[in-house]
């Protein structure tokens, strides 16, 4: 998380750690601490492109350790689940109310397909998708289909390899920072998996 440290950071960072570690399955592989940890250092990043505000940038962080802390309890809905369990630690800490919305509209905008409206809800999905843009996209790829075939059955590499690439292909990133740094590197993985494809 860098040098970042603003005040309620600390207080959500060692409650989200705790609730994954609670809640820890093998199964879970690719929405793990690590995605987390990932997700937070690009909204991070992405954050201080744009300047934004302390009090913003902590919001967006605070959305960025929960957004997926309802996967834990399921698959379903888990945005809807993680802004839940966000909504009940921020109101058990007496943070002021429309904090909390903007924290739970953030996790709510990740849900895919996305649709975020405001600025820190655009930062957050794109940093939630930062991994179409990365290196390391093939592995990441490759531990999301394990990790969705050990909850719904095998699913033949040909197929996942057509959906990741429709998907892929589809995607625009919201901010325009991410659009003109991340969408040549995404373009690389397209092609990439147009290799394999064909």
Same mark, same amino acid.
């Given at each position: ?13 060692? $409650?989200?750690?705790? $609730?994954?570690?609670?809640? $820890? ?11 987390t ?28 350790? $929960? ?68 290196e ?47 969408g ?7 092609d ?7």
């Amino acid at each position: 998380m860098g040098n970042f440290n603003l005040p309620f950071l600390d207080k959500t960072k060692e $409650f989200v750690a705790g $609730f994954i570690g609670e809640n $820890f399955s093998e199964k879970i592989c690719y929405h793990n601490i690590d995605h987390t940890l990932e997700v937070v250092e690009a909204s991070e990043m992405i954050g201080h492109q744009y300047k934004i505000s302390d009090v913003d940038m902590e919001t967006l962080l605070i959305a960025a350790w $929960f957004h997926d802390t309802g996967y834990y309890l399921g698959c379903q809905n888990h945005e809807e689940a993680s802004a839940k369990i966000a909504q009940k630690f921020l109101q058990s800490h007496n943070i002021d109310s429309n904090i909390i919305k903007q924290v739970t509209n953030c996790i709510l905008s990740t849900k895919l397909p996305q649709k975020p409206t405001t600025l820190l809800e655009k930062i957050l999905c794109d940093a939630d998708l930062f991994h179409l843009s990365s290196e390391h996209f093939l592995k990441k790829s490759q531990l999301l289909l394990h990790e969705i075939s050990l909850r719904t059955g095998e699913i033949s590499q040909k197929k996942w390899m057509m959906d990741t690439l429709d998907f892929i292909s589809a995607h625009t990133y919201h901010t325009e920072y991410c659009q003109r740094k991340l969408g040549p590197l995404q373009k690389k993985n397209v092609d990439l998996l147009l290799s394999k494809v064909d």
